[in-house]
């Protein structure tokens, strides 16, 4: 079956960078979205950057658009998410998610993707 494993994540001062990757086995990858969510305590978990392996288009949220990168390596096993210029609002736990689809839509809300990794936790303090 499909697994998603994050890694990366870590404690940081607010302006540093950090870089999550997610790797997954157990599936056709070419034919996903992957994305990064995140959950914050007490929030819902909330979109913040996607890549469609079909279109190869990335696409992000308002919060994070000019300081995170989604990639992958060529592969389309492994994505990354480069987090720069990180604020203490960025704190939260990340999620990555994969959706196997054939559509170019770029799928944005949780209940849409199928399969999900444990989670890495991003600490960001001021």
């Known amino acids: 079956q499909v697994q998603l494993v994050e890694s990366g994540g870590g404690s940081v001062q607010a302006g540093d960078s950090l870089r999550l990757s997610c790797t997954a086995s157990?599936?056709?990858?070419?034919?996903?979205?992957m994305g990064w969510f995140r959950q914050a305590p007490g929030k819902e978990r909330e979109f913040a950057a996607g890549i469609n392996w079909r279109t190869d288009m990335t696409y992000y949220s308002e919060s994070v658009r000019g300081r995170f990168t989604i990639s992958g390596d060529g592969t389309k096993n492994t994505v990354h998410l480069q987090m720069n210029s990180l604020k203490p609002e960025d704190t939260a736990i990340y999620y990555c998610?994969?959706?196997?689809?054939?559509?170019?839509?770029?799928?944005?809300?949780?209940?849409?993707?199928?399969?999900w990794g444990q989670g890495t936790q991003v600490t960001v303090s001021s």
């Open positions: 998610a994969g959706k196997s689809t054939y559509s170019p839509y770029n799928y944005r809300h949780a209940s849409d993707f199928d399969y």
């Open positions: 157990g599936g056709t990858f070419s034919r996903y979205i």
